[in-house]
Each structure stands twice: as structure tokens, then as C-alpha cells.
């Protein structure tokens, strides 16, 4: 089983700053296998990125991701006040079986 | 517009049967996997399992064991049973649609959950 691995777990951030977001797999994982989610405050899970770096319909352009391998990354560029949630990374393995990262919370510095 | 709406006891004791029914409305039921995923109180995602419209299943080996996944396709309607519950189960079940879906750049299919449920909490306790 492939095990994912966020870093930071919380990162401090203002409105305005960049956020970096990171997502490391145990082994090399297809690109197009990985997915990023946003969950705020008693809500379900709202997808943002799949295929590594394709925004979700809705999505907005301040939201990219990137990586391949075993190194994947989501960044926000300009931090709105509505971005501040948790963020999961997930991944779809052969079986097949789906796994998420434990999340980075983004909060307000 | 997809929405799932879920519903279920969010109550039970240990040892009892946990059962969660979630209802899909507006686009297609057949061409998707339906899934079901737990997040326990302040803590991370798990998959527990999904079907499809012909009851084709897949479940995560480690509940596997506890775990049936049924569907009903004259109600557009699927549902999640987990057996012998303890106070480890307790947690936030989400259902959730699974999509897979050929990424532009590289042709190649992707796997993700693009519409969830609103969530039911289920608590274990004596």
C-alpha cells in the first residue's frame, strides 16, 4: 500500500501570501493518479486538482498543482480569506484502493 | 446538478451493524463507481469501498472483511453496511461519486471523487 505523506501539518500564512503545499508517496505514483482535496469546517471534501495539476471545474486559477514521482505539490498563490481549510492529497493504487494523505491545515497568521 | 444525500442511524453500540443509504440525483447513476469514505472526529480520509450500477464491488482489504456495499439502480440509490461495530468506527461517513476521466496532458485516466454527500456522523458507544 502506497502511504502519503503531507508536509507541513499546519502552515501559517497571512491574505495575499503564496502557500506551498506538499504530498509525498512511499513510491513512485502516475501523475495522473493524484488528486487534491479542500475541507473546510463540518463540509465534505471538495475536489481542487486531479491528474496532478488539472483544475477541477470551478476552480480558481490561484490554485495549481505539479509533480510527479514520489513529490507532489499544491500552491495557492495568492491567499484569499475563503482558502483557509485543510487540505488532503489522494491516490489511486492498483486493486484498486484509494488513499489520502492526513492533511495540511492552512491557517491564519 | 449531482447531489447526494445521505441517511442513516448515528447512534449504535458495539458489536451492532452499521447501516448508511445514499440517494444520487440528477446526472447519470450508471456510468460512475459510488463510494463510500470515513473520516474519524479530527483526523484524516479513509475509502472504505464503491460500487458500480451492476453491483461490481472493490473494498479496502482492512474492512473488508466487515464491509458490504449493495446497490438499488430502480431508486438510484446505494448503501453501506459494517458489521461489528466498536468505538474504532466511529466517524464521519461521506458517500461519495468516483470518476474516471482521461487528463488532457497526458492521456492517461484519472481517478478521484468529485461529489460527495453532505456526511453522517456515526457514534459508537455502550
Redesign the interface.
Not at chain 1, 502516475?30 to 493518479?33: A, F, I, L, P, Q
Not at chain 1, 486493486?95 to 492533511?103: A, E, I, K, L
Given at each position: 500500500e502506497i502511504v502519503l505523506t503531507q508536509s507541513p501539518g499546519t502552515l501559517s500564512l497571512s491574505p495575499g501570501e503564496r502557500a506551498t503545499l506538499s504530498c509525498r508517496a512511499s513510491q513512485s505514483v502516475?501523475?495522473?493518479?493524484l488528486?487534491w482535496?479542500q475541507q473546510k469546517p463540518g463540509q465534505?471534501?471538495?475536489?481542487l486538482i486531479?491528474?496532478a495539476?488539472?483544475r477541477?471545474t470551478g476552480i480558481p486559477d490561484r490554485f495549481s498543482g505539479s509533480g510527479s514521482g514520489t513529490d507532489f505539490t499544491l500552491t495557492i498563490s495568492r491567499l484569499e480569506p475563503e482558502d483557509f481549510a485543510v487540505y488532503?492529497c489522494?491516490q489511486?493504487g492498483s486493486?484498486?484502493?484509494?488513499?489520502?494523505?492526513?492533511?495540511t491545515k492552512l491557517e491564519i497568521k | 446538478q449531482v447531489q447526494l444525500q445521505q441517511w442513516g442511524a448515528g447512534l449504535l453500540k458495539p458489536s451492532e451493524t452499521l447501516s448508511l443509504t445514499c440517494a444520487v440525483y440528477g446526472g447519470s447513476f450508471s456510468g460512475y463507481y459510488w463510494s463510500w469514505i470515513r473520516q474519524p472526529p479530527g483526523k484524516g480520509l479513509e475509502w472504505i469501498g464503491e460500487i458500480n450500477h451492476s453491483g461490481s464491488t472493490n473494498y479496502n482489504p482492512s474492512l473488508k472483511s466487515r464491509v458490504t456495499i449493495s446497490v438499488d439502480t430502480s431508486k438510484n440509490q446505494f448503501s453501506l453496511k459494517l458489521s461489528s461495530v466498536t468505538a474504532a468506527d466511529t466517524a464521519v461517513y461521506y458517500c461519495a461519486r468516483r470518476v474516471v476521466d482521461i487528463v488532457a496532458t497526458t492521456r492517461r485516466p484519472s481517478y478521484y471523487f468529485d461529489y460527495w454527500g453532505q456526511g453522517t456522523l456515526v457514534t459508537v458507544s455502550s
Open positions: 502516475s501523475s495522473s493518479y488528486a482535496y465534505a471534501p471538495r475536489l486531479y491528474g495539476s488539472s477541477a488532503y489522494q489511486y486493486s484498486p484502493q484509494y488513499t489520502f494523505g492526513q492533511g | -
